[in-house]
């Protein structure tokens, strides 16, 4: 049985994506194949208004759902570090979760904590190590670029792992 997990690393400026899929086998010892199916990133223009980024946003974010067909979506949660850029990425997020709502689509969450300790084993681990551990966990030569896809990749093998 194939399952599309895609991962989303919410932002206004730069909302990254991360496909995977992961096929299960059907025999005595179970076993789970997982591969990268598409990454990449949705950028809004800062010189656009705010109602038209994220217009952007809610247009191409239907658009890469329709494409990719999830059965599940996974969604770093907010990370509060600077009070200006965390109400942005809310609003962003906000329309992430629209357009998963009117889809119908599943979605779970997971604390950037949460994101380093599925994929290191450590949840204090720096940036450079979850981004070799993806490379390395869908059998990749480099380390997926922006590091918005990349992250958001970490994200997919995340829900990945709970399963």
């Known amino acids: 049985m194939e399952k599309r997990i895609l991962g989303l690393?919410?932002?206004?400026?730069?909302?990254?994506?991360?496909?995977?899929?992961?096929?299960?086998?059907?025999?005595?010892?179970?076993?789970?194949?997982?591969?990268?199916?598409d990454f990449g990133v949705i950028r809004t223009s800062?010189?656009?208004e705010m109602g038209q980024r994220l217009c952007?946003?809610?247009d191409d974010l239907h658009a890469?759902?329709?494409?990719?067909?999830?059965?599940?979506?996974a969604i770093e949660k907010l990370f509060f570090?600077?009070?200006?850029?965390?109400?942005?990425?809310?609003?962003?997020r906000g329309?992430?979760?629209?357009?998963?709502?009117?889809?119908?689509?599943?979605?779970?969450?997971?604390?950037?904590?949460?994101?380093?300790?599925?994929l290191t084993g450590y949840g204090n681990a720096d940036?450079?190590?979850?981004?070799?551990?993806?490379?390395r966990e869908l059998d990749l030569d480099e380390i997926p670029k922006p590091d918005d896809a990349s992250d958001a990749l970490a994200v997919a093998l995340t829900a990945l792992y709970q399963l």
């Open 46 to 48: 800062a010189d656009a």
């Open 64 to 73: 890469l759902i329709e494409e990719l067909q999830p059965d599940l979506v």
């Open 9 to 37: 690393d919410p932002g206004l400026a730069i909302l990254g994506f991360g496909a995977i899929t992961c096929t299960q086998s059907s025999t005595k010892v179970q076993q789970t194949t997982v591969n990268m199916l």
């Open 95 to 118: 329309v992430l979760i629209l357009v998963l709502g009117q889809r119908r689509l599943p979605y779970v969450e997971f604390t950037p904590a949460q994101i380093k300790q599925a």
């Open 81 to 92: 570090y600077r009070m200006s850029s965390t109400i942005l990425v809310a609003q962003a």
């Open 127 to 135: 940036k450079s190590e979850v981004q070799e551990a993806v490379a």
């Open 56 to 58: 952007t946003l809610f």
